[in-house]
């Protein structure tokens, strides 16, 4: 037979035409805790003339690790003014019941791209709710350091009573912005959604911990460009007072040392007239490389259109492999307002 946590005594809360609230503290049984409020949604009121609102109190943690106890049982009964009748009697949405997620679970990465880096982590415990019906699901990853790495979903999914598995995944590409090293430990939180009000029924279960990770081997761009690095500057190479080319300079960092190809368009103030294009290899190291384009004055100046000059985006592969090449990075980068008859034809 299942032991049920014992019920303290009801306290009821006057209120002169308005609402009467009783609270019913739950907890474990022989365990005491630190009490916490936290708002609990307003029933709807019974008539024009009354209201109700009302306030749980969530006992402290004292189940074991990935299980909760329901924290109040609310129960608000409107009133109406000048009667001493109830009008009616609505419960506000309590927590079902013992909800549990396993501590341990299955782990699987995702390559979706097949590229050799992970897009997703997905880990499967176990979840057992004593209610059938819609509830909220949030989790977080940490590192070894507790530095929260990703918050994810699922949100809001619907459950069966009894144990069902619980599919959480999290974003190979927040994991590698993180910087954060694995094993990561999964934090997980569960409300359940009343026809009133949420409740939360499971707060901060924290999990097995996952294999240990390398952030670098989540999903990343292998070449990147660093928005901020971008300058521009135009260059008089004879001093005749004209500018003989744009040279516009930045960092690219790659992972693969070689021979790369880069290459950019320059546009005015239509996206499709270019005014001028820049193709050239450069040998680059692991890590972050400088690099310039220099854009030819005598195009810029043929073309008659005058600046700002926008790189929307630039290609740098690996000279030995274009077959390979990754898609164009995206820059959006503008220039200062030149005008064409500044360069030189």
């Avoid at 009616?88 to 390559?111: I, L």
Wanted: proline share 8%.
């Amino acid at each position: 037979m299942r032991a049920y946590p014992k019920r303290g005594r009801s306290r009821p809360l006057l209120a002169i035409g308005l609402v009467a609230i009783s609270i019913v503290f739950t907890g474990c049984a022989g365990a005491q805790g630190t009490a916490r409020s936290s708002p609990v949604s307003p029933v709807s009121p019974a008539s024009p003339t009354a209201n109700a609102s009302a306030t749980a109190t969530q006992v402290g943690d004292c189940c074991a690790l990935g299980t909760k106890e329901p924290y109040a049982l609310v129960t608000a009964r409107p009133t109406t003014v000048g009667s001493r009748k109830p009008a009616a009697t609505s419960n506000v949405s309590a927590a079902p019941g013992r909800v549990a997620v396993s501590p341990k679970f299955d782990e699987q990465v995702m390559d979706s791209n097949h590229d050799g880096l992970i897009d997703k982590l997905i880990l499967t415990p176990t979840i057992s709710v004593p209610t059938a019906g819609n509830y909220v699901v949030g989790a977080r990853l940490f590192s070894q350091s507790g530095v929260q790495v990703i918050s994810a979903g699922p949100g809001e999914i619907a459950l069966v009573a009894g144990s069902q598995p619980l599919s959480l995944e999290f974003g190979g590409t927040y994991i590698f912005k993180s910087g954060q090293w694995g094993p990561y430990t999964p934090v997980v939180t569960v409300s359940y959604e009343g026809e009133v009000a949420t409740t939360l029924v499971l707060t901060d279960a924290a999990l097995d911990q996952t294999q240990a990770y390398d952030y670098m081997q989540f999903q990343h761009d292998r070449t990147a460009v660093d928005p901020k690095s971008m300058s521009s500057k135009p260059v008089d190479t004879n001093g005749d007072g004209l500018y003989d080319e744009l040279d516009i300079t930045g960092i690219v960092t790659v992972e693969t040392p070689g021979l790369y190809e880069i290459n950019s368009g320059m546009y005015g103030k239509e996206p499709f007239g270019q005014v001028a294009a820049v193709y050239m290899t450069r040998q680059l190291a692991i890590g972050a490389n400088s690099f310039t384009l220099a854009y030819k004055g005598s195009d810029i100046a043929k073309s008659g259109v005058d600046g700002p000059y926008t790189l929307f985006e630039l290609e740098v592969y690996l000279d030995s492999d274009p077959a390979d090449a990754p898609g164009p990075i995206h820059l959006n980068y503008t220039t200062p307002p030149y005008k064409a008859s500044q360069f030189s034809r």
